[in-house]
């Protein structure tokens, strides 16, 4: 058996937005994540910072419209999507995002 899923801490780059699909309500935001790491002397050096998209459905993404802004923390697990699209002038286009099954707020760096 495979398991695809993946657990993202990092800051929301914008506040979440509200979508109105038929089927319930929607809310996608963007996560930041720096990669640090620790050099040899020990201090943590900030890395890549990595830019992924996530989208929560009903009763947890109206929780994250109401409580969750730009600049929060979050702890984000679901499993990684590709997504894949043509775009206006034809060409094909594709980028991953997190379908969000369980979200919290970090207290890493409260």
Not at 68 to 75: E, P, T
Request: glycine share 10%; proline share 3%.
């Amino acid at each position: 058996m495979y398991v695809n899923s993946v657990v993202l801490v990092g800051n929301l780059t914008k506040d979440p937005e509200a979508g109105k699909p038929d089927n319930g309500v929607v809310a996608n935001f963007r996560v930041a994540v720096d990669n640090q790491r620790k050099d040899d002397d020990g201090n943590v050096v900030s890395g890549r910072v990595d830019f992924v998209d996530a989208e929560v459905w009903g009763a947890q993404a109206q929780h994250c419209l109401d409580s969750l802004k730009k600049g929060s923390r979050v702890i984000v697990v679901g499993p990684l999507l590709l997504d894949q699209w043509t775009d206006g002038e034809g060409n094909a286009r594709s980028k991953h995002k997190v379908k969000v099954r369980v979200i919290g707020r970090s207290l890493e760096f409260a």
